[in-house]
């Protein structure tokens, strides 16, 4: 795969991001990331939504 720039690092694993799969180095990098996001293991914080709230009581009962 032809490196998309040397300055450019994977977030995955680190090496060089690739043309194709920028940010990433190849699609197995990238499955992984998208995989983190659908377990949640990366958040975008922001404010509580009223659903959010009613799930956490619900949970508390």
Known sequence: M???NSN????????AATVN???FCSK???AID??????ESYVIPGETTSQEAA???DFDQ
Do not use: V
């Open 28 to 30: 197995r990098c990238s």
């Open 34 to 39: 998208l995989g983190r996001w659908f377990n």
């Open 2 to 4: 032809k490196a998309a």
């Open 55 to 57: 799930d956490e009581d």
């Open 8 to 15: 450019i690092k994977c977030p995955t694993c680190h090496g």
């Open 21 to 23: 799969y920028h940010p």
